[in-house]
């Protein structure tokens, strides 16, 4: 087993990919003005979340998905054709 509890270089492609689907997904979500700040309470369905704060999740988690999903299959493309290299252990 390596460093960090990783097992080979494809596990950390794929968290490091799923850390940037996150980020940019959570970071895309705002807030509307009629939510109270502390503790954040914008009604149903689970308080926390109301239902256009949901979709915002959904849609901008799909579209990070296929943002990096893609660039992700891209670059494995080109590394596998020798478009690409990447750098020596």
């Known amino acids: 087993m390596g460093k960090y509890g990783l097992t080979d270089s494809r596990e950390c492609e794929k968290n490091v990919s799923g850390a940037f689907i996150v980020v940019r997904t959570l970071s895309r979500v705002r807030v509307p003005a009629y939510c109270t700040a502390a503790p954040l309470d914008c009604g149903d369905p689970t308080g926390y979340f109301d239902w256009d704060m949901i979709s915002q999740l ?32």
């Open 58 to 89: 959904v849609f901008n988690g799909l579209e990070s998905v296929a943002l990096f999903g893609g660039a992700a299959a891209a670059m494995e493309l080109a590394y596998s054709k020798k478009w690409l290299s990447k750098f020596p252990n």
